[in-house]
């Protein structure tokens, strides 16, 4: 019984370990997308560097409505 589960085992590995690296990619490239957001933001209203999370998001809030 057990050799006849194993190519099923090993396949049922190889796939997670695909979904794993497609998981652990995305984080990534969300990492990268989000810092180089903020470092526009910072760049372009110097001020927020100075504002917490919260304080940030209501001055945004201000500045587009």
Same mark, same amino acid.
């Given at each position: 019984?057990?050799?006849?589960?194993?190519?099923?085992?090993?396949?049922?590995?190889?796939?997670?370990?695909? @979904?794993?690296?497609?998981?652990?990619?995305?984080?990534?490239?969300?990492?990268?997308?989000?810092?180089?957001?903020?470092?526009?933001?910072?760049?372009?209203?110097?001020?927020?560097?100075?504002?917490?999370?919260?304080?940030? @998001?209501?001055?945004?809030?201000?500045?587009?409505?």
């Amino acid at each position: 019984l057990m050799h006849t589960l194993f190519p099923y085992t090993t396949l049922f590995r190889s796939l997670e370990q695909a @979904e794993n690296r497609n998981r652990k990619k995305e984080r990534a490239e969300r990492n990268h997308r989000l810092i180089v957001e903020g470092a526009i933001l910072e760049k372009l209203l110097p001020e927020i560097k100075t504002m917490d999370f919260t304080d940030i @998001e209501g001055y945004l809030r201000g500045k587009l409505n």
